[in-house]
Antibody, heavy 126, light 113 residues
């Protein structure tokens, strides 16, 4: 079964740190770019960060740049989000999402849409 | 950054009737590779988002054919030909031509009359 399971959320004080994890199964993790998307309580979706399949390229929303770090361990099928200097406005459910991937001549390229999502983990900064 | 604007922000539809959601981007989403990077997601109550449509008009695996996407450039539409009770939730469009950042529309809440 294909699934993404986030963990690591919780209550943290402003200025504190948390590390989120997303363990995946059911597909070849190392082939696909991965993403973090968050949703503040009662609000819409906000893209946070993307990492390519190999982990060598990372991208961030301006709202988290310099404070958050996305990474992955392909040997452990796990995606991470290290969150430092947390602020009240970072309070949200954080979802990991898999890139759809498009296979061309045996290579999986970034597809730029999110075909699988985890159930999310709640981060509360207060 | 590209701004995505959805209309309406809410709609109430009688089961069996059609529904339509508009999504406009502040810049063209047509990439030099020939693809247009616009996707649609549905977030049902209490659930994570799920992919409906990618690259404007491609239905994702398992998505009912009553859902269709159309548009080009900066103007896009998601249509539901006959709304069912299970279609309740918030619909989001997302642009992914620019990275960073990807960006979502504000969301459109669909309710059943």
């Amino acid at each position: 079964e294909v699934q993404l399971v986030e963990s690591g959320g919780g209550l943290v004080k402003p200025g504190g740190s948390l590390r989120l994890s997303c363990v995946v199964s059911g597909f070849t993790f190392s082939n696909f770019s991965m993403n973090w998307v968050r949703q503040a309580p009662g609000k819409g979706l906000e893209w946070v960060s993307t990492i390519n399949a190999g982990g060598g390229s990372t991208y961030y929303a301006d709202s988290v740049k310099g404070r958050f770090t996305i990474s992955r361990d392909n040997s452990k099928n796990t995606l991470y989000l290290q969150m430092n200097s947390l602020r009240a406005e970072d309070t949200a459910v954080y979802y990991c999402a898999k890139d759809g991937g498009v296979t061309i001549f045996g290579l999986v390229l970034i597809a730029r849409y999110f075909d699988l999502w985890g159930r999310g983990t709640l981060v509360t900064v207060s | 950054d590209i701004v995505m604007t959805q209309t309406p922000l809410s709609l109430s539809v009688t089961p069996g009737q059609p529904a339509s959601i508009s999504c406009k981007s502040s810049q063209s989403l047509l990439h030099s590779d020939g693809k247009t990077y616009l996707s649609w997601y549905l977030q049902k109550p209490g659930q994570p988002p799920q992919l409906l449509i990618y690259e404007v008009s491609n239905r994702f695996s398992g998505v009912p054919d009553r859902f269709s996407g159309s548009g080009s450039g900066t103007d896009f539409t998601l249509k539901i030909s006959r709304v069912e009770a299970e279609d309740v939730g918030v619909y989001y469009c997302m642009q992914s031509i620019q990275l960073p950042p990807y960006s979502f529309g504000q969301g459109t809440k669909l309710e059943i009359k």
